[in-house]
């Protein structure tokens, strides 16, 4: 089956992870931007940053027919240097147009601090100046319930957010009704340690019917599987669950979300 993954950092992926995931299916593909695992100094350090998102990942994708998309922004985990923040914000207009980038993401909270919420809001004000879609990024374990509810809250209480045009990753048990209750998209992120394992993920879908629900790997530099959404389709078919269901999940969701970006140029498979 062709799938989707929405969400996953292949700066940090050897080149036959593109081959292994070709394989197993996947025809395109979205990174966003995410924390190097070190704080970066500059907003030079970004701007090369932005140009690997932008060109040398999309080259690297095509060799194995996969669409490469991106997102752009400063990590919640870098918000702290808040004079930095600030100047990759302004930086990041000189990329909105290359043809590869959908929208402003990663970006939410992770400790829930007073300065990630002041850079979370100068975002999406940036996304609402350019018309950008959003892409969010929910805390880890202890601090998720409270950083989403905090995210939602913000997001909604800016008039110009239109929830259709947000997705709210990394959503779980304890989250993910209230992120689909109040009009959002919602990304489940199949991890092999935290986060959610496909079998979980699978009774999150049973429950919600799949309705504005994503699924991903987020495969990046720590214990992650990039294969992780082919685990999930296994698991929906050992459950019998219909094939029409999985393909809205792993395939028609993200076309249908992506394509609210004018610059989702996806070309689907004769």
Request: hydrophobic residues 40%.
């Amino acid at each position: 089956m062709d799938y989707i993954d929405p969400h996953i950092h292949m700066v940090s992926r050897t080149t036959d992870d593109y081959a292994t995931l070709a394989r197993m299916g996947c025809v395109a593909m979205s990174e966003p931007a995410f924390w190097a695992g070190y704080d970066r100094g500059s907003v030079d350090g970004f701007r090369d940053y932005f140009r690997q998102l932008t060109d040398t990942e999309p080259k690297r994708a095509a060799q194995y027919g996969i669409q490469h998309f991106t997102w752009l922004c400063i990590n919640a985990k870098e918000a702290e240097n808040v004079a930095l923040s600030r100047e990759v914000i302004a930086m990041i207009p000189e990329f909105l147009d290359c043809p590869n980038v959908l929208g402003i993401g990663e970006i939410g909270l992770n400790k829930n601090t007073p300065n990630e919420a002041t850079i979370f809001l100068e975002h999406v004000d940036l996304a609402m100046k350019f018309e950008q879609l959003i892409l969010i990024h929910t805390p880890h374990l202890e601090d998720k319930y409270q950083g989403t509810r905090m995210i939602l809250d913000m997001l909604c209480g800016d008039s110009r957010v239109t929830p259709d045009r947000v997705l709210v990753d990394h959503v779980e048990e304890h989250t993910i009704r209230e992120v689909l209750d109040r009009g959002f998209w919602a990304g489940m992120t199949l991890y092999p340690v935290t986060k959610c394992t496909p079998e979980r993920a699978v009774d999150m879908i049973e429950q919600t019917g799949g309705e504005r629900l994503l699924a991903n790997s987020a495969g990046d530099w720590g214990p992650s599987k990039p294969t992780a959404v082919p685990d999930l389709i296994f698991e929906m078919r050992r459950r019998g669950l219909p094939e029409s269901l999985i393909r809205k999940v792993v395939y028609d969701n993200p076309i249908e979300f992506f394509s609210k970006s004018k610059q989702f140029t996806f070309q689907r498979r004769a």
